[in-house]
């Protein structure tokens, strides 16, 4: 079994890229977790950008969020929107200043520049791995698994080739279907 060393490097890589983020967003006033929290509001869909999408996420607790989604407010890196149909949600869509912090640091000229050394067929192979590990901890652990849209068992192509889902019964645009979602569950 390579258990130790999986995780040896896989904390290492965590540990390197959470000081080169520190680093990055440190002129900015901001945590590692700013950029954490506005990276997945970039990816998640209309389902999962709510505090408590960001919450089961992160795994953070709603305190510590909260707190993180009022600088990201204040900084004018977020804006908050009330859900058209029921007043008591809140949508938290990326502000154009937050979408131009988001392409210069995620992810980081040294993640990029480190990635280009590998070949492509390393890549693929990396790809691979780390989704089976992450899949396998989310489900020894029953976590959501926050998968894309399109791979979820609810995601029915319908015969004029546009997309529903069954579980919110709403129609979805092909954009919608490349988010991430915390309702989505593995087809297989
Ligand atoms: S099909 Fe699945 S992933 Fe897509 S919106 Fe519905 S529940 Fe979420």
């Not at 998640?44 to 989604?69: A, E, F, I």
């Not at 029921?86 to 990326?94: F, G």
């Not at 590990?133 to 998968?147: D, E, T, V």
Request: hydrophobic share 30%; aromatic share 6%; with cysteine.
């Amino acid at each position: 079994m390579k258990t130790n060393q999986i995780y040896d490097y896989i904390e290492r890589l965590g540990n390197l890229l959470r000081t080169d983020s520190r680093r990055d967003v440190a002129e900015y006033g901001l945590q590692p977790i700013h950029l954490e929290v506005l990276h997945y509001l970039s990816l998640c869909n209309r389902y999962s950008d709510t505090p408590m999408g960001v919450t089961d996420y992160l795994g953070q607790t709603k305190g510590t969020v909260s707190q993180t989604l009022n600088v990201l407010e204040k900084k004018g890196l977020l804006n908050k929107h009330p859900d058209s149909r029921d007043k008591r949600m809140t949508h938290l869509k990326v502000s154009s200043a937050g979408k131009e912090l988001l392409k210069t640091s995620i992810p980081s000229p040294l993640f990029v520049n480190a990635c280009e050394q590998l070949t492509e067929q390393s890549q693929t192979q990396a790809v691979k791995v780390l989704q089976e590990l992450l899949q396998a901890i989310q489900h020894s652990n029953s976590m959501k698994s926050f998968g894309i849209c399109h791979t979820c068992r609810y995601n029915h192509k319908k015969e004029d080739n546009t997309y529903f889902c069954e579980l919110t019964q709403e129609s979805l645009s092909n954009e919608d279907i490349q988010l991430i979602c915390r309702e989505h569950i593995n087809i297989s």
